[in-house]
């Protein structure tokens, strides 16, 4: 099973809110999504790379929410659709953004080469998790909690106050698990490409 059709089995066997044909109809036809890389340097950096972080993500948080301690000592329950929802719509924000090109790069006898590469335009700068809500947001109503998570899913690697990701983690823990699958699918499962 390719991962696009992974992610649309995850998708359509999950997240059934009234909008939810759309949205998915808009990733497949009407956008990038599932060709864009997931970075233009780093983690997912190759054509299909989004989708792939994003399956992955959806695998590292139901993997942590199965955790004994996470279940029995913070009580930490969410629906599936909630689960697949932050997973896989985490990142929209990166549809439209990379455009392909090259770069200039040693070989191993010392001589320039042009290797492809990825650059980042975004034609829509919002953020990056406010962006991703306010994507998913205009085709299914999100929770607040859903809301915070895909908001404050990059954890303390953004620019945000310290304090302020703090604040979010403790009043919504979704939020710190999803940071938490997607920091172990970029570092662990997917790694740097391209250095």
Known sequence: MSCKEEFIELFKANITRDGADKLLDYLEHKSDFFTAPASARYHGAYEGGLCDHSVNVYHCLVDYLQRERVQELYGLEYSAESIAIVSLLHDLCKIGCYKKGTRNVKDENGKWQAVPTYTFDDP??????????????????????????????????????NRTVGQAFQKYPLAFALATADMEASYFLEGEEGL
């Open 124 to 161: 829509l700068p919002y953020g990056h998790g406010e962006k991703s809500v306010y994507i998913v947001n205009g085709f299914i109503r999100l929770t607040r909690e859903e809301a915070m998570a895909i908001r404050w899913h990059m954890g303390f690697s953004g620019p945000e106050d």
